[in-house]
């Protein structure tokens, strides 16, 4: 019964976002809410919507100090000379700045971090974008495609939990994925390239205009937010060599990464811009974003913390479990592959790696299967993960792409389920996990 409430639960949130019958802020609040109260734990939901705020508190504190981070950085005109490059790069044929954007992704997100693939990304290319006019929702999709592939890093964060849950070294689970990560990236730039013959054609059927040069300049100064009195050319150097230092610290662990943008904010604010108004215009300036995502990112925890809280993600795992029947056994493997599609898109993916990826390991064992091959197995699915509603920093792409969630999610899917089929059928290829033993 408690199984039933929360797919009933998950359906219905994305339903009404995918129909636009509540945003996603509303819908992460209201709907685990009433589901909690139907199945007769109200007097509890109090406690559980703290516990979910307290999860994600750490995450919600992170991308606010990343956003206000990396507009000051903007602001400064940090990426004004990547932007000149990729534009002398593609030009302005849409084949070459979807393609671009798909490398550029590729490239930036080696970090393992979403947040600062998005803000870099979107920053560099959407007024790009905006100028010929083409269709933002494939930037979108073609840059989260990309950010899924490279966050099987060992440091991106699925390939650790997988690694810790089933005690294994990292490295072991990983070195044998990355052909498949290089098959992954491969089809990023493909469906990149498919979009790009698509709005060049679009473009052509409505006999819009595509000027033959761009000139930077124009790119720049044409977005309405644009300060000229905040950039900082003379401190392009000192701005540079901050997020470099903030990248590298990142990548090491140094401090936890919510502590590192408060500190790099911090710097840059005084550096760039020493005056009090000044850090006041800037903090304004870019307020709206962060309200925005921050607000979605503690939604989320109220959310989270109703499922994890009645314990429906333990019923939703055991019930997919228990349908299993025995002679399925062999092929578990492949079939991890498949639950990790739906499951680390409706649960968290501590709750799929941590919770539900231990039990299949041990069914698994029982016939042979190596627990490294069921890890790698169990990474398939991080395709559709990032368009969960349970993703923080999904709401920071959006948001700055200016797209609404729903949107997002209706565009993409199917790129990403025809992702999650390349990468699976690589991995049988490539002998990354067996069909059966």
Sequence with gaps: MLSLLAFAMVATFMTLIMTRKLSALVALIIVPTVFGVLGGFAP?????????????????????????????MIDAGLFDPLIVRIVKFVGSDPVKILVGTAVLALVVSLDGDGTTTYMI????????????????????????MAAAVTNLLPWGGPTARAASALKLDPATVFLPMVPVMLVGAAWVIVVAWWFGRRERMRLASQSTPIAEALVQSDLISEEPERNQAALRPKLFVVNLALTATLMVMLILGVLPLAVLFMLAFAVALTLNYPSLAEQKQRLTAHAGNALAV???IFAAGIFMGILSGTRMVDAMAQSVLGMLPPELGPYLAPITALLS???TFFISNDAFYFGMLPILAQAAAAYGIDPAVLARASLVGQQIHLLSPLVPSTYLLVGMARIEFGEHQR???????????????????????????
């Design 44 to 72: 509890n939901l109090g406690a559980m919507m703290i516990d979910g705020v307290k999860q994600l508190a750490p995450t919600g504190v992170m991308l606010l100090f990343a956003i206000l981070y990396f507009g000051i």
């Design 121 to 144: 990304t979107v920053s560099a290319m959407l007024p790009l974008y905006r100028h010929l006019k083409l269709d933002v929702r494939c930037m979108a999709c073609v840059i989260i």
């Design 294 to 296: 921050v607000a979605l």
């Design 341 to 343: 599609i739906p499951f």
């Design 411 to 437: 565009f993409s899917l199917s790129w990403a389920l025809a992702a999650c089929a390349v990468m699976l059928v690589s991995s049988l290829l490539f002998g990354i996990f067996p069909l059966a033993v």
